[in-house]
C-alpha cells in the first residue's frame, strides 16, 4: 500500500498542485520591468522637465479600500484595478468601439493594455499621448519605429513594440483610428501659473501644499481639470494647459511659415490641420505632447524612422519658444 501510494499519489498530487498554482502565479505576474531611458531621452528629461515629467520614485497613489465610483458609470473600481495595467477601467463601455484584447487586457508580462495609458476613448492623458482618430497607417509606422530603436523617446513603448504580435499591432491600430478625435485640453494663456508637481504616474498636478503662483517662464503647464476625477481615469475628466501670453497667435504665424524659421505645416498636416492620408492631424492635441516630438525630432537619435526626415528640416531651426507657440497654437484648434 505504502508503495503504491508513492507511486500513483503522490505524483498525481504534485501535478494536481503545479495545474492549479502556475495559473495562480502566472495571473499575479507582474509587467515587465521598463528599460532605462538612454542618455538623449535622459538629457531631453533634464532640459525640458515640464514637457518629459517624470516622478520622483517612491510615490504611490493614495488607497483607501474602498470601491471608486463615478456618476452614470457601469461599476466601480478599487484604485489597485484603476491601476491595473492590464485591466484599466472601462467606466463607460458604451461610449467606445469594443476594445480587442490587446487594447483592454494587453498580453502578461510584456505588453500593457493600450488603454491604460491612452486610455479606451483614445483621448490619453498629456504625459503618454492621444491616439485617437490618428491614421492607422501613422500608428503602425510609429509602433515599427519604437520596434526598430529607431524612435528612442519611449523605452516602455520600445519594449511593448517588440513584444507585440503583428495582429496585436494592427488591432490596435485600426481600434484607435476608428475613434474619433475630440477637444481635450482648453488652453489658456497666463503669465504666471500655480506652482504644481509630477505624480505618480508622471501627471502633472497643482501642489496644494503651496500657495501663490510662479512665473509662466516659457513653459507649458498641463494640468487635469480635475485632479481626483484625472487619477481615477475618469473619461469625462479633460486637461487644461497654461501657455505663455501672445502664443497662440505667435504659433499661428509659425505655422503659417514663420518666415523662413520652419515650413507651413499645412502643407503636410492639412489645412486645417486636422491630418492628412497618413500624416496625423495636430488639432486639439496636447500642448506638451507637441512640445516633445518636436524637440524629439531636432535632438539626434530621439525620433528618426521612415518619416521623421520629413519633420527634421521643419524643426532644424526652430528654439524652445517657437514650439511652444505651435504647441499652443495647434492645441487650441478644433480637432
Not at 511593448?160 to 485640453?185: F, G, H, V
Not at 490641420?273 to 505632447?289: D, F
Request: with cysteine; glycine share 8%; net charge neutral.
Amino acid at each position: 500500500m505504502n508503495r503504491w501510494f508513492r507511486a500513483v499519489c503522490v505524483p498525481a498530487v504534485a501535478l494536481f498542485v503545479i495545474a492549479v498554482v502556475l495559473p495562480a502565479l502566472t495571473v499575479a505576474q507582474g509587467p515587465a520591468p521598463v528599460p532605462p531611458p538612454g542618455p538623449t531621452l535622459v538629457a531631453a528629461q533634464k532640459a525640458l522637465p515640464w514637457a518629459f515629467p517624470i516622478a520622483a520614485p517612491g510615490q504611490t497613489r493614495h488607497d483607501d479600500g474602498k470601491v471608486q465610483m463615478l456618476p452614470g458609470a457601469a461599476r466601480g473600481f478599487t484604485v489597485p484595478e484603476i491601476n491595473d495595467p492590464f485591466a484599466p477601467p472601462d467606466w463607460f463601455p458604451n461610449e467606445h468601439p469594443a476594445a480587442p484584447p490587446i487594447v483592454a487586457t494587453g498580453r502578461r508580462p510584456e505588453v500593457r493594455a493600450c488603454g491604460q495609458c491612452h486610455m479606451l476613448h483614445g483621448l490619453g492623458h498629456p504625459e503618454s499621448s492621444s491616439l485617437a482618430g490618428l491614421p492607422a497607417a501613422y500608428i503602425r509606422q510609429q509602433m515599427e519605429d519604437f520596434k526598430t530603436d529607431a524612435r528612442k523617446n519611449s523605452p516602455l513603448m520600445s519594449g511593448m513594440a517588440r513584444a507585440m504580435t503583428p495582429k496585436e499591432l494592427e488591432d490596435s491600430a485600426n481600434y484607435y483610428a476608428s475613434i474619433p478625435m475630440q477637444k481635450w485640453t482648453r488652453i489658456v494663456e497666463a503669465a504666471d501659473v500655480p506652482k504644481t508637481f509630477v505624480g505618480p504616474g508622471n501627471m502633472r498636478f497643482v501642489d496644494t501644499k503651496q500657495t501663490g503662483t510662479e512665473p509662466i517662464a516659457g513653459r507649458i503647464i498641463e494640468l487635469p481639470e480635475d485632479a481626483e476625477h484625472a487619477e481615477l481615469r475618469d473619461p469625462h475628466s479633460p486637461f487644461m494647459a497654461y501657455v505663455p501670453p501672445g502664443s497662440i497667435k505667435r504659433g499661428e504665424q509659425l505655422v503659417a511659415g514663420g518666415n523662413g524659421r520652419t515650413v507651413r505645416c499645412t502643407i503636410c498636416h492639412g489645412a486645417d490641420l486636422k491630418g492628412m492620408g497618413p500624416v496625423p492631424g495636430l488639432a486639439g492635441r496636447s500642448p506638451i505632447y507637441i512640445v516633445r516630438q518636436l524637440y524629439s525630432f531636432q535632438q539626434a537619435g530621439l525620433r528618426d524612422g521612415l518619416w521623421a526626415d520629413l519633420m527634421k528640416d521643419a524643426v532644424a531651426k526652430l528654439t524652445v519658444d517657437d514650439m511652444v507657440a505651435i504647441a499652443a497654437y495647434t492645441a487650441s484648434r478644433q480637432p
